[in-house]
């Protein structure tokens, strides 16, 4: 063989090796890193779990699930999606140790979280432009950072519906709410859906975030509720709103309240009781009794359409064929439906960039804050952030989305409440104070 020949054929051989080495490790599919076309992206989702306050495992579980799915249809936009969870521990260091992995891996986006340490996990985002897309709407900086793209209206829209739906029903109202910093702009938000239908502010009562017993709260709420009294307007119309009504956001907590309540309310004076999605849900109403459960005719306020809704049949199928029997999964779950909507959101964010280009977190930001309004199947009206679509709502400026449906418990069931319709807060809100 001559020396050209030999020289060939080690080349060949080199390449061959180089080639064969790329295929066990994936070479130019770098884990974490931004992705081109064939590459992977990495996004993050994190919540709190196993803590004392309130737990959102379905949120990372519904994450895991819909990177499975993605990705056996070819992932997002051509490339191989990659799901970072976190446990947030409910605490404020835990939520910057999710922000600083988030970090670490390369994320391009956190995607359907759960936190109310807005401060403690935007700053560190921000640093380094990374978008929080669809958080759940518990802390006041998902509402106000520029790198935050809230898929719903938080807990602003769900208090100031509830001020709508009890504003119509009740003649005085009592809120039950966690002593917490996020806390304190309930009572706030409540009032001014109270307002708008005329109606005097509820009576404020706070509990420990992490209390197991609720028995003062509940004395001072029946207390506050048992009389009877009229607005000014219902007086007039001759129809008397007698009934006082209680309504408690206390997330996983709120159970437990309204069992010390029920203790409490030994002459059985029965205030209507109500609450918002994520402190009652469908799972709970089926678990304290269905039909016979003590939620049966509480009103509730939710983000989305009822659970039952063929909206959602798309999410119930990746959860059955792709969640794998994890139980913390659970269709009727808000917290996995706003972690299902905000990955809906990154998927058609992600195919608006060009074939081959490299998809970063600073990209990803610039793509959300240009585009043209993002569909979400129906379960949400088109989402949009760009200047134009922001709102006037002092204190929370990046709400995009003020809808809320009403709902009540019937038959067990969470239905939409008849001669209700879904109504926009975005109104109520702009003309309620500053409530941070």
């Known amino acids: 063989m001559t020396t050209s020949h030999r020289a060939a054929a080690l080349s060949r051989t080199l390449v061959a090796t180089a080639v064969g080495a790329c295929l066990v490790a994936g070479c130019g599919v770098v884990p974490g890193g931004p992705g081109g076309s064939g590459g992977t992206i990495t996004v993050m989702t994190f919540a709190p779990e196993e803590t004392k306050a309130t737990n959102m495992p379905g949120m990372p579980g519904m994450a895991k699930a819909y990177e499975r799915w993605a990705n056996s249809k070819g992932g997002l936009g051509g490339h191989k999606l990659r799901v970072l969870t976190c446990n947030e521990k409910n605490t404020p260091t835990g939520a910057a140790d999710c922000a600083r992995k988030a970090i ?38 998902e509402f106000q950072s520029t790198l935050s793209y809230p898929v719903n209206g938080g807990q602003p829209v769900l208090l100031a519906g509830a001020g709508h739906q009890l504003g119509k029903a009740c003649s005085q109202v009592a809120l039950v709410r966690p002593d ?14 109270l307002k708008a239908n005329k109606m005097a502010e509820a009576n404020d009562i706070r509990a420990a975030e992490d209390t197991a017993d609720f028995s003062a709260q509940a004395r001072e709420a029946l207390a506050n509720t048992s009389g009877t009294k009229e607005t000014k307007d219902a007086k007039d119309a001759k129809d008397p709103k007698e009934k006082g009504c209680v309504t408690a956001v206390l997330g996983e907590r709120t159970e437990t309240f309204f069992d010390a309540f029920r203790r ?14 994520g402190s009652v849900s469908q799972s709970l109403v089926d678990r304290t009794g269905g039909r016979e459960s003590p939620f049966e005719g509480a009103y509730l306020t939710s983000w989305y359409p009822v659970s039952s809704d063929p909206l959602w049949e798309p999410m119930r199928k990746v959860i059955s064929e792709h969640a794998f029997g994890d139980d913390h999964v659970d269709p009727d779950d808000s917290g996995a439906q706003t972690t299902w909507i905000a990955y809906t959101v990154l998927n058609e964010i992600v195919k608006r960039f060009k074939p081959d280009e490299e998809v970063t977190a600073r990209k990803v930001g610039r793509m959300l804050n240009r585009s043209e309004p993002v569909g979400t199947g129906g379960l949400t009206p088109d ?10 709502v002092a204190g929370f400026p990046r709400i995009v ?36």
Do not use: C
């Not at 009540?408 to 809100?429: N, Y």
């Open 104 to 141: 670490a891996e390369k994320a391009v986006a956190v995607v359907g979280s759960y936190s109310q340490h807005g401060r403690a996990f935007m700053a560190p985002l921000e640093a380094e432009g990374i978008p929080f897309i669809g958080g759940y709407g518990v802390s006041s900086e």
């Open 383 to 392: 989402l949009s952030w760009r200047y134009q679509d922001m709102g006037a």
């Open 401 to 436: 989305n003020g809808q809320v449906t009403f709902q009540i418990v019937q038959a067990g069931r969470l239905v939409a409440q008849p001669g209700e319709q879904s109504q926009d807060m975005t109104p109520t809100l702009e003309q309620a104070p500053r409530a941070t």
């Open 264 to 277: 409490i309310d030994t002459q059985r004076k029965n205030p209507q009781i109500s609450s918002v999605l």
């Open 180 to 193: 917490t910093l996020a806390g304190d702009s309930l009572p706030v938000l409540l009032n001014a859906g």
